[in-house]
């Protein structure tokens, strides 16, 4: 669409980085992209990505736009409430399209559909109560208009899947997906996990350097080796640490769409931490192991427990939570092996859906580049072991000819 000079994508805060890389990635035109932050000013590029809770903020600015060209609204029902702050800041917004992405269009009820249709075709949508008196079984009691049911769901389908909607399930094309699909999701890191990360880069060009017999780098290579080996440990931990709050977040946002997800951690106060603010089940070293089975049980047995979270050697191995088809991890591991043994705790033998594993990591620490080599690994491992076996001879045969052209 040339006619397109610039874009809105409104986002969860925790997916504005993935958006930044997907879109550097993906384009094919070279369109400067900035990400807005709540600490700086309102960007003047032509794309733009913000998340939901700066809209009202920014509000003037994204008016002195005047009329986007498009506006993405990536995971859309976080608009579901006409009267919040976030949804007006969102649905004011002028434009010329609107896109809405979401797994998760209608989360409890028909009638949390109704801003995004609205939005998206004022004209046929144009009267609350008339859709909800057809559509959400509306009915007015002593406090008002009860929309909270549902009613000729049917009929709704078939009018938004004619016209403005367009949905896949997993179940219709889960031939199509691959079994496990693996994603990096990067949030803002302070800078001095940065620093570390730096060290740790200058540490690998010094092994290539002193490998390819630069001698003078070797007692260099001496001294990044032990400050990076003395400091890992408690960087690790302090990264754990540090991440917790935005782990909590992430799945507060998760937990919106995803019925059930499996959170793995290393340090013990990392996963406690994550747990108690779910009041949700979880294991590690310190935990008796006969309440380890009834956790478990919990998780895959009770439908009100949707979060289950423990160590990667503790819960990575062994255990059956087929129930979730959603891995987060708040901290690695550096064995590639270990992680893969956790995710399968997941996609094993019961499992109905492909199974999303993302790795949660602060934007450029050694959180991130271990994210990333892990991910590479992981892949490299399957292909391995996993994927479709092949013939040596037959790929041998296409090569090796005489000169006749008969194979030998």
């Keep these: 669409m040339p006619e397109i000079k610039n874009i809105l994508i409104v986002a969860p805060a925790s997916l504005k980085i993935n958006w930044m890389r997907e879109s550097e990635k993906w384009l094919i035109k070279d369109w400067d ?21 700066i809209l009202k903020k920014f509000e003037d600015e994204i008016k002195m736009f005047g009329e986007w060209d498009l506006v993405i609204y990536d995971e859309s029902h976080y608009l579901k409430t006409p009267d919040t702050i976030r949804t007006k800041a969102g649905l004011n917004i002028k434009a010329k399209r609107r896109l809405f992405l979401t797994g998760t269009p209608i989360l409890n009820r028909p009638i949390e559909l109704w801003p995004l249709l609205n939005s998206v075709d004022s004209k046929k949508w ?11 079984e509306a009915y007015q009691d002593q ?15 078939t009018i938004l899947r004619s016209t403005l909607m367009v949905r896949r399930k997993k179940c219709d094309v889960l031939k199509d997906l691959p079994p496990k699909a693996r994603q990096v999701i990067e949030v803002s890191a302070p800078v001095k996990y940065g620093e570390f990360s730096k060290h740790v880069n200058n540490l690998a060009k010094l092994k290539q350097r002193v490998k390819d017999g630069y001698e003078e780098d070797v007692e260099k290579l001496k001294v990044e080796q032990e400050f990076v080996f003395q400091n890992m440990a408690l960087i690790r931990h302090e990264i754990g640490v540090e991440k917790v709050s935005a782990v ?6 998760v937990l919106e769409s995803s019925p059930k997800v499996v959170c793995f951690g290393w340090h013990r106060d990392v996963v406690e931490a994550i747990a108690k603010e779910f009041d949700a089940p979880y294991m590690h070293g310190g935990t008796d192991p006969d309440d380890r089975q009834a956790m478990v049980d919990r998780f895959q047995n009770d439908n009100k427990c949707n979060l289950i979270v423990g160590g990667i050697k503790v819960m990575g191995v062994g255990w059956t939570l087929t129930k979730s088809s959603h891995v987060l991890f708040a901290e690695l591991d550096w064995v590639p092996g270990n992680l893969t043994q956790a995710e399968d705790r997941c996609h094993r033998i019961g499992q109905k859906d492909s199974v999303l594993v993302q790795h949660l990591v602060l934007d450029g620490s050694i959180d991130a580049a271990m994210a990333k080599s892990l991910v590479k690994k992981q892949y490299n491992i399957d292909n391995a072991l996993d994927n479709e076996p092949f013939n040596i001879l037959d790929v041998l045969a296409k090569q090796i000819k005489t000169k006749e052209g008969e194979v030998r």
Excluded: D, H
């Design 33 to 53: 992209t900035e990400i807005s932050k709540s600490t700086k000013s309102f960007p003047g590029s032509r794309i733009v990505i913000i998340n939901y809770e």
């Design 126 to 136: 144009n009267n609350m109560i008339r859709y909800a008196y057809r559509y959400c």
């Design 143 to 157: 406090y008002g208009w009860n929309m909270k049911g549902s009613s000729n769901e049917q009929e709704l389908q």
């Design 248 to 253: 909590i977040k992430y799945l507060k946002e």
